[in-house]
């Protein structure tokens, strides 16, 4: 019995249920819209510690900790954790998945990272290795700020284009048993480059490989345009999700009014100077887990179409006078 | 049914089959005693390319696609490509990977990739989730050493326990259907840190997450110790081979005969200069692809355990006083 349908999609027979969720965030995302739905807002930048990478360790820590402790299971009980975030060899999981003493598998996709995590450890549960896993995804301001740009201190003026890395963690638990949410199906995204370098505008890099997951997802599982009740892309920002728009109604998709991204929920971007919006692996995995788990529980809405996107270069790569390589994957949850 | 065994391992019920294997090097591997096995030997660092970036993305397209080659495959057939490397933001496999437009998955587990992309594309298939995987790894000794040391224009000394990046890649084709050899079982490591902090002694920072996935694999699977023909580790060099045959005597392993190290074969280690062996992602992954995969295929050997370790370590958390995580993941091959 094959589940793949398609070009790249996969259909689960025993849907795994999300049985439960947390989202940990800093000072900046407690002050914006979604405030009350997290976890947990921590008041320092640094969680305590002494740099941001230990910080965003903690953060990714204390997250993945409070997501076991309400899916009422010990950390012995898991049987993978999945994570990834943005930092080089991915330090801000490897070093936070450490005391867990649990099997690991660190994952590379840039902001797309919640969606590898979630596919895969759906996968592996319907396929019948694992009851429990914890999908995470962090990303910490100042951590990828270092990594990606200029020094903070020289306080360089951002592009209007620009997003603001979220610092945040979203994770979820993934069960083979459970009440639902249920994730049903995944469509893998393959890396889509048209050649767009400017790494201040990496919604614009990102929208190709995002329409081609959401048009592959649709095909593969022939569904009508309208079957979810959101489309929820992260982070293509505020013009990346515009030019998402335009490029999906041109080839025929219509039901660009389910098209949200999570890069424009977090933040109030009016008030609080985040130009583009919020981005970073911990944006739409904190959104997700925080904002979209509560609408699904609640009844707001029954069927969500996640779509985790990422802008796959290195400094080098661009110094390099390379193009930005995007993906996205797409997830479908439905209560 | 649950293909889940003991604490971190699972079994397949249909054992995917290695249909293909490909492995490309640079100059200083085609130099050493494995050089007869390799497909293509580069004379060129740069493999054509303007720097060692783009020289370690050729080599990764170049493996994957004579892998699909030798598979008898097109590339669309290929459902998934799970590749790693040492790279930041893992843009040897990102750019590496791009050409061939299929669904993606990157992986950071520095040396242990190939082993996380084994496990996961094994399970995918026995999952019912694909019908051909590539697994892949790559590194090249001149972005590693820039990503991790010194400019190599320094000619700084290295130290004795000091290991060299392999430059090479290794690709193999898993599959649904075949005639072997079979990935029947595998073990995923969890991230062990003993607080070693010395990098230019990365063997002894790996072996203690070695020794607890060889030792959960015979657990879990409740198998005798000498079950398999060979261990193979990759890459702990010659001190951390020792080491690990200690720390496994001292825990009651009566088979460390069967032990053996990837790093210790792909070089001369009288002759090449190396110190204490070869590493790297592509090491463990080349000398499976090519040496261990003619031994499964002649005869010389019925049943490997291949286990590649990884150093989760940054530049940035080792400057900032952290310790250096190790994992090593365990997959058993049969013929």
Known sequence: MT??????????????SIISAAAVVGPKEGEGPLAPLFDKISEDILFEKDTWEQAESELMRQTVELCIQKSGLAAKDVNYIFAGDLLNQNSGSVYGARSFERPFFGLFGACSAMGMAMSLGAMLIDGGFANYIVANASSHFCGAEKTFRFPLELGTQRAPTASWTVTGDGAVMLSSNGRGPYVTSATTGAIVDLGQKD?????????????????????????PHDYYDVIATGDLGMYGLQLLKQLLAQDGFTATDRLNDCGLLIYDTEKQDVHAGGSGCGCSAAVFAAHYMKQLRDGTIKKILFVPTGALHSVVTIQQGESIPGIAHAVAVES
């Open 3 to 16: 589940k793949h349908l398609g070009d790249a999609s996969v259909k689960f027979i025993n849907p795994p």
């Open 199 to 223: 790494v201040n505008n990496m919604g614009a890099a990102m929208v190709p490989a995002a329409a081609d997951v959401i048009a592959k997802h649709f095909r593969d599982l022939s569904l």
